[in-house]
C-alpha cells in the first residue's frame, strides 16, 4: 500500500462484477420539451424489460429518473449505472440533432447489456482510468474488462514511457480482455 497525498491506495484485483443488485439510471433533456426526456426514460425501462438477460433482470430494481437541467444549449442524454457486488459501470448515449430520443436510450441500453452479458467487471471507459491509480499503488493489479479500447491501450503505452512499471494486455482491441500491471 502507498499513501499518495492523504490517500492509501493499494493493489487490487477485480476479476468479475458480482451480482447486479440494482440498475439506476437518469434520463436529461435541455431547452427541449419534457417528453423527451420522458420518452428516452420509457423506451429504457421497456428495452430492459424485453431485451435483458434473465441474470440480469430477474429481480434486479431498475429506477431512471427525469432531469429538466438548464444549459447554454439544447440536448438530451441517457446516463445508466449498473450496481454490482463489487463494482458499478456506467453507460451513457447523448442525443443530437435528428436523432429521436428512442434511438438515444437504445444505444445506451445495449452498451449496458453487451457488457454485463461480457460477465467482465470494469466497463470500457473506466478501464483506461484506472490505470494510473492502480500504478500508484504499487505492486500487481489487475482487471477484467468487457472492451479494451483504443484510449485504454494509448493510456497503457505512455505510462510505461514515464513510470517504472509494466501494463500487460491480454486481448485484442474491442474485444474483452483482462489488463495487468506490475510495479
Not at 14 to 41: K, M
Not at 66 to 89: D, I, M
Not at 160 to 174: A, K, M
Request: aromatic share 6%; charged share 15%; proline share 6%.
Amino acid at each position: 500500500m502507498r499513501l499518495v497525498g492523504s490517500l492509501q491506495v493499494q493493489p487490487h484485483s477485480w476479476q468479475e462484477p458480482g451480482r447486479l443488485q440494482r440498475i439506476r439510471g437518469l434520463s436529461a433533456g435541455s431547452q427541449l420539451p419534457a417528453q423527451v426526456a420522458e420518452r428516452q426514460r420509457v423506451r429504457a425501462l421497456e428495452w430492459f424489460k424485453s431485451n435483458a438477460q434473465p441474470a440480469m433482470a430477474a429481480n434486479v430494481p431498475l429506477e431512471i429518473e427525469v432531469a429538466l437541467p438548464e444549459a447554454l444549449s439544447p440536448g438530451s442524454v441517457l446516463f445508466l449505472v449498473g450496481e454490482y457486488e463489487r463494482v458499478r459501470t456506467g453507460f451513457s448515449h447523448l442525443g443530437e440533432r435528428g436523432l429521436p430520443a428512442e434511438q438515444v436510450a437504445i444505444a445506451a441500453c445495449r452498451d449496458f447489456g453487451q457488457h454485463h452479458a461480457s460477465g467482465m467487471a470494469i466497463d470500457p471507459h473506466l478501464a483506461d482510468q484506472l490505470l494510473l491509480p492502480m500504478a500508484l499503488a504499487g505492486g500487481d493489479s489487475h482487471f477484467t474488462t468487457s472492451n479494451i479500447t483504443q484510449h485504454c491501450l494509448t493510456n497503457a503505452w505512455l505510462m510505461q514511457r514515464f513510470l517504472p512499471l509494466q501494463i500487460i494486455v491480454e486481448g485484442q482491441l474491442g474485444q474483452k480482455g483482462i489488463i495487468r500491471i506490475h510495479v
